[in-house]
């Protein structure tokens, strides 16, 4: 994982940085529905985790979205080369081991690495919050028990970091298709609305791959 640090006075969002800067809280959210028709059907196919398949699809489109890579670390600014992914597993006491999983851009690389993680997880060893500290991930829940419109997503200590959170809900049939909402938080300062347009755009082409 390398990072390099970013020249704020010659950067092209040097504007937008320092204009929410001084907000109290920087973050904007959106709620979505996304369209996992496809994805539904073949990970059935192939007989892996639906929610594997998605979360996968959605940390490689995080990571081809520049804008979703920054962070700003002891007031300074800096671009990560890729980031991971941070997820709350539920365990088999009903409790959260929260995990790491480290990006691949292919899905079946991305499995080997990631199943033994998560179903170490499952069965409640590991910290309950493992590498939360780290700076270069994404934090996805997932929460497949009801679908939603719209979620109030807890802020982070440190808003002004920029790592990007989403929930994704329950997926239910809508006019034929398996519609599931994603819910989203980012830092404006570092992202606007056409880079989560970008995301999105992104992520339902994984989905659909």
């Not at 997932?142 to 989403?166: A, C, K, M």
């Not at 519609?179 to 606007?192: I, Y």
């Amino acid at each position: 994982m390398m990072k390099q640090l970013i020249d704020v006075d010659h950067w092209k969002r040097k504007e937008e940085y320092l204009f929410f800067k001084n907000f109290q809280s920087p973050l904007v959210g959106v709620t979505v529905a996304v369209d996992c028709s496809v994805a539904y059907r073949k990970a059935k196919e192939a007989g892996v985790s639906l929610a594997m398949y998605y979360l996968h699809a959605a940390l490689v489109a995080v990571n081809r979205v520049e804008e979703f890579r920054y962070r700003e670390e002891d007031g300074k600014v800096y671009l990560y080369d890729r980031v991971d992914l941070f997820t709350p597993i539920l365990s088999v006491e009903k409790n959260y081991r929260s995990v790491a999983l480290h990006y691949e851009e292919d899905f079946q690389k991305f499995l080997e690495r990631a199943v033994p993680v998560v179903d170490e997880a499952k069965s409640g060893k590991g910290q309950a919050q493992g590498d939360g500290g780290r700076k270069d991930l994404v934090l996805i829940s997932v929460n497949p028990w009801y679908r939603f419109t719209g979620i109030q997503l807890s802020d982070p200590v440190s808003p002004h970091e920029n790592i990007p959170i989403f929930t994704f809900g329950k997926i239910t049939p809508e006019n034929g298709k398996q519609m599931m909402p994603v819910a989203l938080r980012v830092n404006h300062g570092f992202v606007d609305g056409y880079h989560i347009g970008c995301f999105l755009n992104e992520f339902q082409q994984m989905l659909d791959r």
